[in-house]
């Protein structure tokens, strides 16, 4: 078999996280996906702490592995034509520029699908294609901070809200524009006009879809979300983080068995026939005392002993770990998680470097990075060639 997206060609007119992890996912399923760049590049290129990276960092590397730059000054006549040739070529496009700007470039889902009727145009932006706050520019923590999601982060008494430690709400946008792209191919494949689809993601809307679990309790019964710090969502004490005698630990007692093994695994019968803790209600209701017990507990052993006790009785529980101990895991190695590139350019010399593929295995022919990320410009004579045009001449590669 081949993969699912085999035959398909993106034109991928976005640039930093949302739109490039997006087009990403799909390249990982077989998709022929076309950067079009302009002079400078991407402005992810240069995201990076390491001098001599600039122009390939690594956050651009693993959001660009397999694809084909092409560079276009779409402010001049040429640049435009040789993207108006892609397009025409395409069966979907994707950008993520200011809303307007696409259609001062001609390159607007109207125009382009009266020429390309298949066309999918899924475009990407901070608020929307509609609505007063649709020109406000907008990046990742932004938004964090407008749907709501940096006042749910933190804790309640000192610190104030707290911006999550990675770009969340351009992740989880990619991947619902990735969603949204696949659902369109579907549908054109069954419609029998064949026709595409105009897709608009804000990453409004897509942080309160992500935060749906709080958002929806206050829709139907006005029950505003407070700060928890590291409670878990059922409020429970025992789904909380702990010291022990060396890293801290979270639990994810839920449920009254749980908490039944919870008190056994401990030694701690104590705890499960003090009225106080017998039960969920109970537990809530004396929750300070409770954790001051498990804390006084844990704190007799090492984190890594507690783990592997609580989850061999079937108790949910994990150190908390930092990103370099938690990319050290044995499980990692048997996921098919990563992959090897070859990144061009002397930083690397040669050597490999490893990326994540799309977090999900088929049983054949499924994810995997198809090549390494592309410097800038390097496809422009192939891909132009391919479609009968000259290099634009600003191309400068």
């Known amino acids: 078999m081949t993969k699912p997206l085999e035959g398909i060609r993106i034109a991928d007119f976005s640039h930093v996280i949302a739109g490039p992890l997006a087009t990403q996912f799909l390249c990982q399923l077989g998709a022929e996906v076309i950067k079009i760049e302009p002079p400078q590049g991407d402005a992810l290129r240069y995201y990076t702490q390491r001098a001599e990276l600039r122009g390939m960092a690594e956050p651009f590397i693993s959001t660009n592995a397999g694809k084909k730059s092409v560079v276009l000054d779409l402010k001049s006549e040429a640049g435009q034509a040789a993207a108006q040739a892609i397009v025409d070529r395409a069966d979907v496009l994707v950008e993520n520029f200011r809303p307007g700007v696409i259609k001062r470039l001609g390159l607007d889902a109207e125009t382009q699908q009266a020429r390309n009727p298949g066309l999918i ?37 000192g610190g104030g809200p707290l911006r999550v430690g990675f770009p969340i709400v ?115 209701d004396n929750d300070t005392a409770l954790q001051d017990q498990l804390t006084a507990t844990f704190r007799t052993r090492g984190a890594a002993d507690w783990e592997a006790t609580l989850n061999a009785a079937g108790i949910p529980a994990g150190i908390v770990r930092s990103l370099p101990q938690a990319m050290d895991l044995d499980q990692l190695a048997s996921r098919d998680l990563f992959d090897e590139v070859q990144v061009p350019g002397d930083a690397f010399a040669g050597r490999s470097a490893q990326v994540l593929r799309s977090g999900f295995r088929f049983d054949h022919d499924g994810p995997e990075v198809a090549g390494p990320p592309p410097t800038l410009g390097q496809h422009t004579d192939e891909v132009l060639a391919s479609l009968g045009l000259a290099p634009p001449k600003e191309t400068g590669h």
């Open 170 to 284: 351009d992740t989880y946008s990619a991947l619902l524009s990735a969603f949204a792209i696949l659902a369109a191919i579907t549908q054109r494949e069954r419609d029998p006009q064949n026709r595409g689809q105009v897709i608009d993601v804000a990453m409004l809307d897509a942080a309160l879809v992500m935060m749906s679990s709080v958002v929806t309790p206050w829709m139907i019964s006005g029950i505003a979300p407070e700060r928890t710090g590291n409670r878990g969502f059922s409020r429970a004490p025992t789904a909380d983080t702990f010291e022990t005698a060396d890293d801290p630990i979270t639990l994810g007692v839920v449920q009254q068995y749980q908490y039944e093994r919870l008190c056994e695994a401990m030694n701690r019968p104590d705890l499960l026939s003090d009225p106080r803790f017998a039960t969920p209600d109970a537990r809530l």
């Open 121 to 157: 145009h899924c475009s990407i932006s901070g608020y929307g294609q509609q609505g007063p706050m649709r020109d406000f520019p907008a990046i990742d923590q932004i938004i964090q901070s407008v749907s709501g999601l940096m006042g749910l982060t933190g804790y309640d008494e």
